[in-house]
């Protein structure tokens, strides 16, 4: 397996092990809770979401900061471990007293924390693309959900390399739903699963699993699999002679794949996301090059991590409006009709679900890993549950999460 250099991964991991507590000011504070892996199983995908906070807090507080105030960031590292995020989320929110809570890389970690959010009625920022349907007025999402992202990559798939599709998911709730989605969109537009497999995250080893891809043809291989046990996937799905297109909505922008491999291990991804490091804009070009100036060791700058960045801004911008931290005020803030110009282009917060209005992007990694962009989709809403579910958080609190 190809991985970067020692050097790097050493400097960049001494990097997210420093001082939990990350405070820009002697003054009184506005506490931000972050808990993201640091160490363990998603820490190459949540280490830089650590990074991207004290960014966006450093350019907020260098301006003057929220209110006269400056931001703090207290950070302890869960570790990839549920429980730990528990732990540190209740000693957040009951002994650091911090104003809003941003937790979480996988929707295993969101869902552990999010029943304590709910309980101690704390604002809370889930950071990352997922499997869609929380509807939670405490719970604010930046990452895209399935109809922004599944939907478009399934849709462009079908239409270039044909109907069959074959499914490998992380064995968890992502997967699960994200496979379910799947399902849906597949029908929506004349798709067929001819297999279906899901695979715990302690797996890395994969030769059974590419044997049944390889008898059952697919015309593409829809991919759910996360986490760093699972990205040994692809150098083994070369090195048996497995040439068949991916899709997917995470590999890449999350897990830079095509950086960590050689050309052309990742040649044939095909996903739908709305930011990737290579979006060749100006705002993200400055971006890129204001964040690898304070985290040059950064290995890669991923969708999870811009939204973190997103996500400081939009609380600051609603802390703002609200011209207080009170829970509920920020929250209705919020619901106010927020826009921010993000790296990845405008976003709108919708009211009704708390989830961002985006463009998504088709990318493609090529034979040499460059990254393609053939189409973009401007401006998709995260609607499902408010067409579907009836979803609208201002006029009804809910607490769950829906399924398709």
Known sequence: ????????????????????????????????????????????????????????????????????????????????????????????????????????????????????????????????????????????????????????????????????MYILAADYNFGQLSAKWTHVIAKKYGGEIIGEEFIPLSVSQFASTIERVQAAKPDFLVMYITGDNHAAFYPQAQAAGL??????????????????????????????????EELPTEANLDFVKRFREMFPEVPYIGEQTENTYVGVYLYAKAVEIAQTTEIDKVIEALESGIEFDAPEGKVFLDPKTHHLVRDIRIVVVDDDHNLNFPETYPQIWPDWMSKEKGVDLTQKPEFVQYEP
């Not at 491999?261 to 990737?276: A, E, K, N, R």
């Open 1 to 164: 397996m190809y991985l970067p250099t020692k050097p790097i991964l050493t400097v960049f991991v001494g990097l997210l092990l420093l001082s939990t507590v990350v405070s820009w000011a002697d003054q009184d504070t506005i506490k931000i809770g972050l808990l993201e892996d640091r160490s363990g199983n998603f820490a190459l995908h949540a280490g830089p979401k650590y990074l991207a906070a004290q960014l966006a807090v450093k350019e907020i507080n260098d301006k003057g900061g929220v209110l006269g105030k400056q931001l703090e960031i207290i950070a302890p590292d869960p570790q990839s471990d549920n429980r730990r995020f528990q732990e540190l989320a209740r000693r957040l929110i009951l002994k650091d007293k911090v104003n809003v809570l941003f937790a979480g890389f996988a929707s295993a970690e969101r869902e552990a924390v999010r029943p304590i959010i709910d309980q101690y009625k704390m604002l809370y920022f889930y950071n990352n693309q997922y499997e869609g349907g929380v509807a939670d007025k405490y719970t604010f999402c930046t990452g895209p959900v399935p109809e922004q992202q599944i939907d478009p990559v399934i849709k462009y798939c079908i239409e270039k390399f044909g109907p069959k």
């Open 243 to 276: 040439k068949i297109p991916f899709a997917s909505s995470i590999n890449v922008a999350q897990g830079y794949e095509h950086k960590r491999f050689p050309p052309p291990t990742l040649s044939g991804m095909h996903i739908g996301v709305h930011y990737v």
